[in-house]
């Protein structure tokens, strides 16, 4: 497998997010968001981390543009910081936090690094979540308006715009399990988040073209292969549930225009579709988009008849089991299923046939040692990294239009409600000095695509 097999046009890169890697919380006129906040909450978070400080890469973008650059990367995808850029979620644009997501740009372009902004990943401001959050619709129409913003600020140089990342986590981790922020459990009315969610993506796209006419704009959906562990109903149905909450209750909206009937049922929640989702709301979601992202970790397999557990990820569909397989697992317990990346990529092709897509993040956490000569052997990582590309090529081969690819992630991060316990980075961070070390998965990959450093 060689960079060729790809076509001159294919997208390599990688990803970060804002609150995972930038630290500087307090600088540059940011606001609080609602990781601020619910890193805060004992218990919260492993370790009691939080991101004040993560990566420091608000203060250190100039070595990290030029690690990118040595990697070989044609594309970097990074996010706005909202509150850096409206500190309450309201008002104008803070000139601050506007200039240095464009000094970033700026930086990337002179390396020849296309940068991919993604506007919303998860930092919604904590006075938007005062107010209601994504469950008030208002939330929305505040996104659009924050997009706009920074499209008019970007949109003479960038050119690739993500609405939102992982509107699912954002659903049902932070208002149904609560494990994410806000850390919220309102069971299945969660699923309002979602639609407000998707509406003020909906509301986003043109208001993001009218700010940049050359805009090419998309979104990133988590998407899984789901299989029932047997032939079994009662299996058949826990796959049809979690095949709905993950994928279609996402994919049918903003590309058929409506809503799984299954999955408002299984929520309970018909009367508030009902009267809440009226046509125009779904003609708003269905806004045409040039792009598909997709972000790929592993598949489900799933049986029904479990103990109901109180606070799921899955509202109304609490009783599914999660099975294991004798797939390996990373250290984040998710088993390894290259072949599922084909499941998904399949999957959004039907659903979308005319979209580009992109596998906009893909990546695995391993415990890192650093050996005495201060090198990382990652060799699980990159032998998960090959795995998924190959499936990327054979996706290529069955003739799905998938455009490009981005490791998760470029540095290692605060990881959510993990903390600083899972690295998913190509770049070890030594978090007590910052040094940025590159894995034996980054010279790989840096081989692979042609960069400058060394593979040893």
Same mark, same amino acid.
């Given at each position: 497998m060689q960079r060729s097999d790809f076509g001159d046009s294919f997208v390599w890169g990688t990803a970060t997010a804002a609150y995972q890697i930038e630290g500087a919380v307090s600088e540059g006129g940011r606001g609080p968001s609602i990781w601020d906040t619910f890193t805060r909450k004992p218990g919260a978070i492993l370790g009691g981390d939080n991101g004040d400080i993560a990566d420091d890469h608000y203060h250190r973008?100039? %070595?990290?543009?030029?690690?990118?650059?040595?990697?070989?990367?044609?594309? /970097?995808? #990074?996010?706005?910081? &909202?509150?850096?850029?409206?500190?309450?979620?309201?008002?104008?644009?803070?000139?601050?936090?506007?200039?240095?997501?464009?000094?970033?740009? %700026?930086? +990337?372009?002179?390396?020849?690094? =296309?940068? &991919?902004?993604? +506007?919303?990943?998860?930092?919604?401001?904590?006075?938007? %979540?005062?107010?209601?959050? &994504?469950?008030?619709?208002?939330?929305?129409y505040r996104f659009a308006d924050y997009s706009a913003i920074v499209a008019e600020e970007l949109g003479d140089i960038v050119t690739n715009w993500i609405t939102l990342n992982e509107p699912w986590c954002s659903t049902f981790l932070g208002y149904a399990s609560g494990v994410h922020a806000p850390g919220r459990q309102v069971a299945t009315q969660s699923a309002h988040a979602a639609h407000h969610l998707l509406l003020g993506h909906g509301l986003a796209v043109p208001r993001i073209r009218g700010a940049a006419p050359e805009a090419r704009v998309g979104i990133t959906l988590n998407l899984y292969s789901v299989n029932p562990a047997s032939d079994s109903e009662a299996d058949r149905d826990a796959a049809r549930r979690i095949d709905g909450l993950s994928n279609r209750f996402?994919?049918?909206?903003?590309?058929?225009?409506? /809503?799984?009937?299954?999955?408002?049922?299984?929520?309970? *929640?018909?009367?508030?579709?009902?009267?809440?989702?009226?046509?125009?709301?779904?003609?708003?979601?269905?806004? @045409?988009?040039? #792009?598909?992202?997709?972000? /790929?970790?592993?598949?489900?397999?799933?049986?029904?008849?479990?103990?109901?557990?109180?606070?799921?990820? #899955? @509202?109304?569909? %609490?009783?599914?089991? #999660?099975?294991?397989?004798?797939?390996?697992?990373? *250290?984040?317990? &998710?088993?390894?299923?290259?072949?599922?990346?084909?499941?998904?990529? =399949?999957?959004?092709?039907?659903?979308?046939? *005319?979209?580009? +897509?992109?596998?906009?993040?893909?990546?695995s956490a391993y415990e890192d040692i650093v050996t005495a000569d201060g090198t990382i052997n990652d060799e699980a990582r990159t032998d998960y990294l090959y795995k998924h590309i190959e499936a990327c090529k054979n996706a290529i081969e069955r003739e799905i239009p998938l455009a490009g690819y981005f490791v998760w992630s470029f540095i290692d991060n605060f990881e959510w409600a993990m903390g600083y316990s899972r690295r998913f980075g190509i770049v070890f961070v030594d978090y007590a000095t910052q040094a940025r070390t590159p894995k034996r998965s980054a010279l790989w990959y840096a081989g692979f695509l042609g960069g400058r450093l060394s593979s040893g």
């Open positions: 973008v100039g %070595e990290d543009v030029a690690l990118l650059a040595d990697l070989g990367i044609n594309a /970097y995808r #990074f996010s706005i910081s &909202w509150p850096r850029i409206q500190p309450d979620g309201t008002g104008p644009g803070n000139r601050t936090g506007l200039g240095f997501y464009r000094d970033l740009a %700026e930086q +990337l372009l002179a390396h020849s690094i =296309t940068p &991919w902004v993604t +506007l919303y990943h998860w930092d919604l401001p904590q006075a938007l %979540e005062d107010k209601g959050g &994504w469950l008030k619709r208002e939330t929305a996402f994919l049918d909206p903003l590309f058929k225009g409506t /809503y799984p009937t299954d999955v408002i049922a299984d929520l309970d *929640q018909v009367d508030w579709f009902t009267s809440t989702t009226t046509s125009t709301d779904l003609d708003t979601i269905t806004a @045409p988009i040039d #792009f598909l992202g997709i972000n /790929y970790y592993s598949r489900h397999t799933v049986a029904g008849d479990s103990v109901v557990s109180k606070a799921s990820a #899955f @509202p109304g569909s %609490e009783s599914v089991q #999660f099975i294991e397989t004798d797939a390996p697992q990373t *250290q984040m317990g &998710w088993e390894i299923h290259p072949d599922g990346l084909i499941d998904v990529l =399949t999957m959004a092709h039907e659903k979308a046939p *005319q979209l580009p +897509l992109y596998v906009t993040e893909n990546g």
